[in-house]
Every structure is written in structure tokens, then in C-alpha cells.
């Protein structure tokens, strides 16, 4: 077996959902699953396949998007791997749905951050292992930001 790390790549001011599932209906139940929660979203969706054609499938409203999506999972190359890339949206107002569709299987982040996947490599093929979400905390919050954390929760409308 061979590890290896790809960095995904996604223009900024774009959040991703990352994850598994296990069926070629996925791509579609996904594309209703953002349209319907989130229609002022953006977004490009794409799904690796692992049996049968095995292709990249893809749904979206924002060809851009949608490119950016295939582009990151033909990089990964692991089976039934599935991205969401999405602008004008969080994966909070999303996640749930995703992970309630009846193919997810997991869901192995949901971020703007940078993304670093860790891939096994076998005789087989590809899987993902798991995920590295940003950078690594430099302290613990103090009293100024714990105010600051509450303020902007409240400012976007996310806390009373």
C-alpha cells in the first residue's frame, strides 16, 4: 500500500463538502439536495463512480464550478468519492441534507479551508483515509476571544 496526499485546489471564497457514497443516483440526489436547501447557491458537484464505466459524473449550476469539482476527483481518484464546491453558501446550512441522502455513506469534511486529502494506494485502487482541514491551533482562546467568537456569531445571524 502507498499513501499519498493531494491538496485539493477550489478558488476562494468557496466552501466544499467532501465525502462518500455508493451509488450512480448520488450526483442527482445531491444536486436536488442543494438546490432545494440553498437556491441562491453556486455550485459544481462530482461523483467518482467505482464499478461499471467508472466515470467522473457531474451535476451543477456553474460550469466553473462544476469544472473545479471533476478536476479535484480525477486528481484523488478514489471510488465513490463525491465534492460539492459551492459559492454563496455554507456547508452549515447543508450538511445535515448531505448526510441524511440515503447513498452517503460519510462525510469527510466541509470547509473553505485548504484541503489536504490522504489517499491509500493498493493493487485495487484508491481510497481516502481521511482529511487534513487547515492549519493546526497556535493557542487557546482568551476572554477577548471568546467575545470576539460570540460577536460574530451574532452579527451574521447565526446566534439571537
Known sequence: MELK????EFPEGCNIILGQSHFI????????IMT??????KFGIAFCEASGKRLIRFEGNDQ????????NLERI?????????????????????????QEVCRVFCATANPVEVIVAETEQG??????????????????EDRKERKEFLRKIGYKL
Open 5 to 8: 496526499t493531494i491538496r485539493m
Open 25 to 32: 443516483k448520488t450526483v442527482e440526489d445531491l444536486y436536488e
Open 36 to 41: 432545494t436547501h440553498l437556491p441562491q447557491a
Open 64 to 71: 466553473k464550478l462544476i469544472e473545479v469539482a471533476c478536476k
Open 77 to 101: 481518484a478514489a471510488g465513490h468519492t463525491f465534492l460539492i464546491v459551492m459559492k454563496n453558501a455554507y456547508p452549515i446550512n447543508v450538511i445535515n441534507a448531505v448526510k441524511n441522502c
Open 126 to 143: 484508491r481510497g481516502i483515509i481521511g482529511v487534513i482541514d487547515g492549519y493546526p491551533p497556535l493557542a487557546i482562546e482568551g476572554e
